[in-house]
C-alpha cells in the first residue's frame, strides 16, 4: 500500500475563491472582493518590505523581490488554470515535468552566470538527480503510479534539485576565479586540469549540500514542511504524515547528492564556464 493511498482521501476542492480541505474547514479564504483586496495587499507588502530591506542594507535594488512575486503570481495562476487538464493525461503530465525541469535548469544556468548554449547543460543535473528518485519512489509503491503524484513529488525533487545545483555551479565556478593562483600553482606541479580544478572547487562546493541537511536535522523541531502539513490537513494521521515527509526528506538528500558531484565535474571539465572577462 502506498503511503499517499494509506491516508485518509484528500477531500480538497479548489475554486476561485476558496481552497476546502477536509470538508468545511478553509485553509485559504479569499471568497468575496474583501477576501481578494486583502491577500493583494498582503503580497504586495511582503514583497515591497522585503525589496526594501534589501535596498536598506546595500544587498541590491530590491527589484528582484518585486519581479520575483509579480512572476509567481503570475505562474501560479496559469498553473491553476491547467493543471486540471495535465493531471487527466500521462503524455501531458510527462510534458509539465519536462517543462519544469528545463525551467529549473536554464535558471540555474543563468545563476551562475552561464550564458549561451552552455547555460543549458545544468539541465543534466537537475534531471539526472530528480527523475531516477521518483522513479524509485512510484516503482516501489510508495506513491500511488497516478498523476496528482507524480507531479508534486517531481516538483519538490527538482526544485531542491535546482537550488543545489546553482550553489554547487555558483560556489565551483567562484572559486575557480578567486583562488586561479592555486589552480595555476597545481598545473606547474603536473596536475592535470581538471584535477586542478578540484584542488580548488570541491570543499566549497559542499555547501551546497548544507541547507538540506539542516533541514532534515531539525524537521519538527524548528520547521513542519508542506508535505507534512499538507498531508495532515487532507485527514491523515501523524504517523502518516511524518511517514510521507520523512520519504521526501530522504528523497532531497539523495537528489541533491547526485546533482552535486555532476555540477561539480561539469565545471572542473571546463563545460560550464563563465565568459571572459
Do not use: C, H
Not at 472582493?33 to 495587499?41: E, K, M, P, Q, S
Not at 518590505?49 to 535596498?55: D, E, H, T
Not at 510534458?95 to 549561451?116: E, K, P
Not at 555551479?169 to 576565479?177: C, T
Amino acid at each position: 500500500m502506498s503511503l499517499l493511498t494509506a491516508t485518509t482521501p484528500f477531500t480538497a476542492s479548489l475554486t476561485p475563491a476558496t481552497l476546502v480541505v477536509a470538508g468545511d474547514s478553509t485553509l485559504i479564504d479569499v471568497s468575496g472582493t474583501d477576501g481578494v483586496v486583502r491577500l493583494v495587499l498582503v503580497v504586495l507588502a511582503f514583497a515591497v518590505l522585503a525589496a526594501g530591506l534589501r535596498y536598506a542594507m546595500g544587498l541590491g535594488d530590491g527589484r528582484a523581490e518585486i519581479t520575483a512575486t509579480a512572476r509567481a503570481t503570475l505562474q501560479l495562476g496559469l498553473v491553476g488554470l491547467v493543471i486540471a487538464t495535465v493531471l487527466q493525461s500521462w503524455w501531458l503530465t510527462g510534458a509539465f515535468v519536462l517543462l519544469m525541469i528545463g525551467v529549473a535548469g536554464l535558471t540555474s544556468g543563468g545563476r551562475m552566470g552561464v550564458t549561451g548554449a552552455r547555460r543549458a547543460w545544468p539541465l543534466l543535473p537537475v534531471a539526472a538527480a530528480a527523475l531516477p528518485v521518483t522513479a524509485v519512489l512510484l516503482l516501489v509503491g510508495l506513491l500511488p503510479l497516478r498523476p496528482i503524484s507524480l507531479i508534486p513529488t517531481a516538483g519538490i525533487l527538482i526544485g531542491n534539485s535546482m537550488t543545489a545545483t546553482t550553489l554547487a555551479g555558483r560556489r565551483a565556478l567562484d572559486a575557480l576565479r578567486e583562488r586561479r593562483g592555486e589552480y595555476e600553482a597545481g598545473l606547474s606541479i603536473g596536475l592535470m586540469p581538471r584535477d586542478a580544478a578540484l584542488l580548488v572547487a570541491r570543499k566549497p562546493t559542499r555547501l551546497a549540500l548544507v541547507p538540506a541537511l539542516d533541514q532534515t536535522r531539525t524537521v519538527g523541531l524548528v520547521t513542519l514542511p508542506g508535505a507534512f502539513v499538507g498531508t495532515l490537513l487532507g485527514g491523515a494521521t501523524p504517523l502518516e504524515a511524518a511517514a510521507l515527509q520523512l520519504v521526501v526528506l530522504a528523497g532531497i538528500l539523495l537528489a541533491q547528492s547526485i546533482a552535486v558531484p555532476i555540477t561539480l565535474e561539469l565545471v572542473t571539465r571546463g563545460i560550464l564556464t563563465r565568459p571572459r572577462r
